[in-house]
Nanobody
């Protein structure tokens, strides 16, 4: 059973920082992309950042220059460093991984349960 476990959410004042972590566990053959998405009340889920195995990163326009994603392939983790947070960053943040379970020849998307981030002005 593959699981993605997020940690690090919470409340912070505008201009502050938070670090989110995602750890993949279970029977995993290999992981391709790892990333973070977020969903604010009344809005669609949107890409925050993702990183591919070679280290290339992609960011949503609203977080470029403020957020940094990294991954540790050996530990099967992805970390999102969020700086200069704004009230509009308030959302539930979800970890996503595109991976191949150990007993499958195919890659699939997996999601974590989400972690709440609140930014107050």
């Amino acid at each position: 059973q593959v699981q993605l476990e997020e940690s690090g959410g919470g409340s912070v004042q505008s201009g502050g920082s938070l670090i989110l972590s995602c750890a993949a566990s279970g029977a995993i053959g290999s992981i391709n992309t790892m990333g973070w998405y977020r969903q604010a009340p009344g809005k669609e889920r949107e890409l925050v950042a993702r990183v591919i195995p070679g280290g290339t990163t992609h960011y949503g326009d609203s977080v470029k220059g403020r957020f940094t994603i990294s991954r540790d392939n050996a530990k099967k983790t992805a970390t999102l460093q969020m700086d200069n947070l704004k009230p509009e960053d308030t959302a539930i943040y979800y970890c996503q991984a595109y991976l191949r379970p150990g007993d499958s020849p195919m890659y699939s998307f997996f999601w974590g349960q989400g972690t709440q981030v609140n930014v107050t002005s």
